[in-house]
């Protein structure tokens, strides 16, 4: 040991040490320089090809990042996406093939380096950070060129926890690594609002960018701790305890008993690969667990591929609920092995429940899944996407026959919560009559916000129209809460709002019970709620003050003099 010590930005609090993993990016450079004799229009359709792919493998990860971290931060690779459709990227690129002598990969790097050259050359940081994005974006379509098949397995080593350090931590890198055995990440490049800084922040994992100091030196230390907040990293003794603690204080993640008894705060997962989180931000339970992502791959899972999924949510989760949702594929969620046919109004089309009562085969394979994984603890089962009374009983009685067919074939069957979303706003006008068939309710904020404004959630163009906050959103929110109320059923909020620390006292106010959300919004909702006393005159005033409101923004000024006075 000796006293080297390496400076850096700061990007993500904490504190960690443990041994160093140096990680290779994808080498862009090595990838064939000259075409191996194919024509332009050749070039062109591998390109064409790549661009698909590559297109395909974003959105997987923008569903992963979306249910672990939310919209938001899911918006990292819409933009990825933006750029394979941007004339001066793929655009550029097809014209130098079309002028023939160069292959695919060649005009791809070309193109990709003069934009990495133009956005570093610029003054502002945001910019700067941008060129990682183009380089991202570029590796993806390399290595589908090249049918290279790189996972977060061939990043990082089997067994052990490691501080990474890396010349430049792309976005897609980032979500591949198992994030609970990275205990650090210190990048060479890059600074706060690269997206790899992101998502450390999101993940909880200290981390330091914009290493000063000899690089190579620091890549030879085996042993390292470092500080995400103060912005260093220091050779350790190779005895040293290994651990990444994330800055957030024991009571910043736990609540002190007693504290809201009458709300859950659970999170939203989208494989049992999420359960870490779960853990690490001591979620109560799951309230979504989005089953979309086992259909999203080439080929459908089997029932036993599903049991074993399922199964592993709920028993990581006993005794707390875990609640299922069956499949929700079209809308904004591909699933190419089933084949489905496009459509011209995706999101008002054969989407989520939709499409499984049309599937009855497909629809009843994973609800016997669910019965069976119920078998290890409590679990819910919820179907989305209802409009209307007929689809909840079709779906009900689907659902008892599976379990039907479960105890035929000889196998355990559990309990079952039964829960509808709510996100359509007919259903949501019908709650009262909902609420006599079901045992909760969970609200898709989402998705209810989108059909009641007319907005589709993923068109940037309008992202200014698409109003969670708006008053039309939140009576209706607060009307079904109630409707539950006088049934003597639950509900709970699942969408993005569901994780929105200022909406929390609003959706306590009016009977929610349970808010979930990404695993890293629960920190601050916590937080938020922890702070509160609301007596029954107060929840009463705050639901008239919002409900009062005209518009979106007059709905967060009132949220907002809400939470002052309550800090003061
Ligand atoms: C929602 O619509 O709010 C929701 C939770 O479902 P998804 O985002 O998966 O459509
Ligand atoms: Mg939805």
């Known amino acids: 040991m000796n006293n080297k010590i390496w400076r850096g930005l700061g990007v993500s609090a904490g504190r960690a040490a443990g041994p160093t993993w140096y990680l290779k990016g994808f080498q862009a450079e090595a990838t064939p320089k000259t075409s191996e004799s194919r024509s332009p229009e050749e070039e062109l359709s591998r390109l064409q090809q790549a661009v698909t792919r590559t297109e395909q493998t974003l959105t997987r990860l923008e569903e992963q990042v ?120 210190v990048v060479r490049q890059g600074g706060k609002t690269s997206h790899a800084a992101i998502l450390a922040r999101t993940y909880g994992i200290p981390a330091l960018a914009g290493v000063a100091g000899d ?67 001591k979620a109560q339970g799951i309230g979504l667990y989005r089953t979309e992502f086992l259909f999203m791959g080439e080929e459908l899972p089997s029932e036993e591929e599903q049991v074993e999924a399922y199964r592993q949510v709920v028993a990581a989760c006993a005794p707390q609920l875990t609640v299922i949702r069956t499949l929700d594929i079209g809308g904004d969620k591909k699933a190419p092995a089933l084949g489905l046919p496009q459509e011209k109004n995706p999101f008002l089309g054969v989407r989520a429940l939709r499409l499984t009562l049309r599937r009855p085969e497909l629809f009843r394979q994973q ?109 209706m929110i607060a009307r079904v809460s109630q409707a539950a109320l006088r049934r003597g059923i639950w509900t709970g909020v699942c969408g993005e709002a569901g994780g929105d620390a200022l909406l929390a006292p609003f959706f306590r106010a009016v009977g929610i019970k349970e808010l979930s959300m990404a695993p890293g919004s629960l920190v601050k909702v916590r937080a938020a709620l922890g702070k509160l006393a609301l007596s029954p005159g107060e929840s009463e005033s705050l639901v008239e003050s919002v409900l009062a409101c005209g518009s979106a923004a007059g709905v967060r000024e009132a949220l907002e003099s809400f939470l002052s006075r309550q800090i003061v």
Do not use: C
Request: no cysteine.
């Open 215 to 281: 690089w190579e030196d620091l890549k030879l230390e085996k042993w390292v701790e470092l500080d995400g907040e103060e912005g260093w990293i220091r050779p350790s003794a190779e005895n040293r305890i290994v651990f990444a603690d994330s800055g957030l204080r024991e009571e910043e993640i736990s609540l002190p008993d007693n504290a809201l008894q009458d709300m859950t705060l659970a999170a939203n997962i989208g494989s049992p690969g999420d359960l870490p989180l779960v853990e690490k931000f």
């Open 367 to 475: 609800l016997r899944a669910i019965w069976r994984a119920a078998a290890s603890g409590p679990t819910a089962v919820m179907f989305p996407m209802i409009a209307t009374l007929e689809e909840l009983d079709q779906a009900k009685e689907a659902l008892w026959a599976a379990r039907e067919e479960v105890l035929q074939s000889g196998h355990d069957v559990g309990e079952l919560q039964i829960g509808m979303m709510i996100e359509i706003p007919s259903a949501a006008w019908l709650a009262d009559q909902f609420a006599a068939k079901v045992d909760f309710f969970s609200i898709g904020t989402n998705d209810l916000t989108q059909y009641m404004l007319a907005v589709d959630r993923e068109n940037t163009e309008l992202a200014d129209l698409y109003q969670p906050y708006h008053p039309a959103v939140l009576g």
């Open 66 to 185: 979306k249910v672990e971290q939310g919209e938001e931060v899911a918006q990292i690779f819409v933009a990825h996406k933006l750029l394979l459709s941007d004339p001066a990227f793929i655009g550029e690129a097809q014209e130098r093939l079309q002028k023939g002598q160069l292959s695919a990969e060649e005009a791809l790097r070309e193109v990709a380096e003069e934009a990495v050259k133009m956005l570093r050359g610029l003054e502002d940081p945001y910019f700067q950070e941008r060129a990682v994005d183009v380089q991202d974006v570029l590796v993806q379509l390399l290595k589908s060129l090249q049918d290279v098949q790189e996972e977060g397995a061939d990043l990082f080593p089997p067994t052990g926890d490691y501080v990474i350090l890396a010349d430049e931590l792309t976005p897609a890198q980032t979500i591949a690594l198992p994030k609970e055995r990275v205990l650090g990440f």
